[in-house]
């Protein structure tokens, strides 16, 4: 049992560390390779969504084909309109997404060392952070970003949307 438990540890770190080197290659940090695997990873982007989301025109169907099914869905209905309210957090997609899931698999003792490699990875983003900062190359790429997207539909098409 513990040589099962530590192959599954070795098996979690080494595909944690390939998506993180896969994904600082591309020069996007651990959301680079992880926005890829996400469906409509493009939804944070303003220049992106300006180009996408047309008021009056964009519907529910596109948005869904385009960026996957909602983190959140309110509906509130009135009598002079029926309005939809969608939510995406970004924090609910990519790495993180995929780290739930696997915590939920294996043993406790597994689970809290793949806490304690993940401390260590953050740690090491944010001083690659610090130092692109410093060095005026780029801005951060911590995969802790808390960008959220909510898009408010009319009767079924964007009505308009925020970004925060």
Same mark, same amino acid.
């Given at each position: ?6 192959t ?10 390939? !998506? ?23 939804k ?15 519907t ?8 996957g ?13 029926n ?22 698999? !294996? ?17 090491g ?12 190359t ?9 960008? !959220? ?7 079924? !098409? ?7």
């Amino acid at each position: 049992m513990l040589n099962s438990s530590r192959t599954n540890l070795l098996f979690i770190v080494a595909l944690f560390l390939l !998506v993180l080197l896969t994904g600082c290659q591309q020069g996007g940090g651990v959301n680079g390779l992880m926005d890829s695997l996400s469906p409509g990873a493009k939804k944070y982007d303003t220049a992106y969504l300006r180009q996408t989301l047309i008021s009056g025109k964009t519907t529910k169907a596109q948005v869904e084909q385009l960026f996957g099914a909602p983190y959140d869905e309110r509906l509130e209905s009135s009598s002079t309109n029926n309005r939809t309210i969608w939510t995406y957090d970004k924090r609910e997609e990519g790495i993180d997404k995929y780290m739930k899931l696997a915590h939920k698999y !294996v043993s406790t003792e597994t689970s809290l060392k793949m806490y304690d490699t993940e401390a260590q990875v953050d740690k090491g983003q944010r001083m690659l952070d610090d130092a692109n900062s410093v060095a005026g190359t780029r801005k951060s790429t911590n995969s802790k970003s808390g960008t !959220v997207l909510t898009i408010y539909f009319k009767d079924d !098409v964007v009505d308009y949307y925020s970004i925060y």
